[in-house]
T-cell receptor, first 112, second 118 residues
Framework: DADVTQTPRNRITKTGKRIMLECSQT?????MYWYRQDPGLGLQLIYY???????NKGEISDGYSVSRQAQAKFSLSLESAIPNQTALYFC???????????FGDGTRLSIL | AQKVTQAQTEISVVEKEDVTLDCVYE???????LFWYKQPPSGELVFLIR??????QNEISGRYSWNFQKSTSSFNFTITASQVVDSAVYFC???????????????FGQGTILTVHP
């Protein structure tokens, strides 16, 4: 089984819908992250959490919210999806702030 | 603010050629960490290497090597004798050390698409 699991892997939805992307990990890491990948822009940090009680905004948090339900679970929500949120979304974990981040396989989200 | 620039958007080579992917970074942190990740066509992100700013030794791992030069703020990645399986998008990334605002947050470059033709 994958250490970092994202669900769903693919999702197509309509403008205005509420969407939740889920991430769970078995690595025992405290730190979890959500990134968005757009073609030609690399990955941009949406939100990050250094432990269950610590959640922080990243570079592009507008339009998104997160919930850290447990050490192993970190979900990303789009309250009212819009087409320019169409992208590939990655969840990642790390043991400490300077250790490599380990990524899930990504969720491809299309908003029509 | 941190910045990572991968000026090469796409590189195309023929199998067995050597290829170097460039990465230039900007940071105000005195201590920081640099990373390379690989994203094959299947889409997942694979960690390749981490280098800290106080260790300028170059590193070789099989056909891969990394040249870190603090004086020019560069962390270049070379693949020797490239293979078709090396075809992927390669990302360079940067994070700051503890105590700084960028601690634990990766800043990615735009990525370089490498295509290796048979």
């Amino acid at each position: 089984d994958a250490d970092v699991t994202q669900t769903p892997r693919n999702r197509i939805t309509k403008t205005g819908k509420r969407i939740m992307l889920e991430c769970s990990q078995t690595k025992g890491h405290d730190r979890m992250y959500w990134y968005r990948q757009d073609p030609g822009l690399g990955l941009q940090l949406i939100y990050y959490s250094f432990d269950v009680k610590d959640i922080n905004k990243g570079e592009i948090s507008d339009g998104y919210s997160v919930s850290r339900q447990a050490q192993a679970k970190f979900s990303l929500s789009l309250e009212s999806a819009i087409p320019n949120q169409t992208a590939l979304y990655f969840c990642a974990t790390s043991a400490t702030g300077n250790q490599p981040q380990h990524f899930g396989d990504g969720t491809r989200l299309s908003i029509l | 603010a941190q910045k990572v620039t991968q000026a090469q958007t796409e590189i195309s080579v023929v199998e067995k050629e050597d290829v170097t992917l460039d990465c230039v970074y900007e940071t105000r942190d005195t201590t920081y960490y640099l990373f390379w990740y690989k994203q094959p066509p299947s889409g997942e992100l694979v960690f390749l290497i981490r280098r800290n700013s106080f260790d300028e030794q170059n590193e070789i791992s099989g056909r891969y090597s990394w040249n870190f030069q603090k004086s020019t703020s560069s962390f270049n990645f070379t693949i020797t004798a490239s293979q078709v399986v090396d075809s992927a998008v390669y990302f360079c990334a940067l994070s700051g050390d503890a105590g700084g605002t960028s601690y634990g947050k990766l800043t990615f470059g735009q990525g370089t698409i490498l295509t290796v033709h048979p």
